[in-house]
């Protein structure tokens, strides 16, 4: 497949066409979205150019917040991660967080692989701790494209449960009972969206030593 060559000035123009046909739709569509935001969603998915959250839903702008890194990691450390579930959770009140991976992840891959890359290996690091909590399984897989496919679901699965972990998410239960996180693969080769059924709407299930009590008890 041919790599798309886009200009600087195509983006811009690009930009203008938008606008256009937004008007065109809603004359006062950006009078509306000027006003603020209203979303019921947190996105935290791939940086993969393939997998934009609001066309993946067909949603409007407004509809989603979003973040996005290499291979939609929630890392308890991540500032930038836990700033913006703090915002869209206690500000925006969310109901709803999604993990979306994507199956044939460039980052996945480069987890499992054995190559340097720079510094990009820090981070990748993350990865490979889900693959040797799962080595047993992953390790049985002999087909690279399926083990990098099942390390995907893995890899969503495990951020779910990083997500519940923090406080951000469980004082946010102790206050509202709409919270839930979800856990979604994208098939690139149909668009469509696996649903992993790892929904999670409580603490009840996370162990002690990851369930929290109030900072005053």
């Known amino acids: 497949m041919k790599k798309p060559q886009h200009t600087y000035e195509e983006l811009l123009q690009g930009n203008r066409d938008w606008v256009a046909k937004q ?18 969603v947190l996105w935290i998915g791939c940086s993969d150019s393939r997998v934009p959250a609001n066309e993946v839903t067909n ?43 994507h199956y044939n992840c460039g980052g996945i891959a480069a987890a499992l692989s054995s190559q340097q890359f720079g510094l990009i290996d820090n ?8 693959y040797r909590m799962h080595s ?6 002999e087909n690279e494209a399926d083990k990098i496919n099942r390390l995907v679901e893995l890899n969503v699965v495990e951020q779910v449960y990083n997500l519940c972990k923090t406080t951000i998410v469980q004082n946010a239960w102790k206050k509202r009972a709409d919270l839930e996180v979800h856990g979604w693969v994208i098939q690139l080769d149909s668009g469509f969206v696996k649903d992993l059924n790892v929904s999670v709407s409580n603490a009840d299930n996370l162990g002690k030593v990851f369930s929290l009590n109030k900072l005053d008890e």
């Open 23 to 40: 008007m065109a739709a809603d004359p006062d569509f950006f009078t509306k979205l000027a006003k603020g935001q209203n979303p019921d």
């Open 123 to 130: 981070w990748l690091r993350h990865i490979k701790d889900v």
């Open 59 to 101: 949603s409007k702008p407004g509809e989603v917040f979003v973040h996005r890194n290499i291979a939609n990691m929630c890392v308890h450390s991540d500032m930038n991660m836990l700033s913006v579930l703090d915002y869209a959770v206690n500000v925006l009140k969310v109901k709803h967080v999604i993990v979306a991976g």
């Open 136 to 141: 047993d399984e992953l390790d049985k897989i």
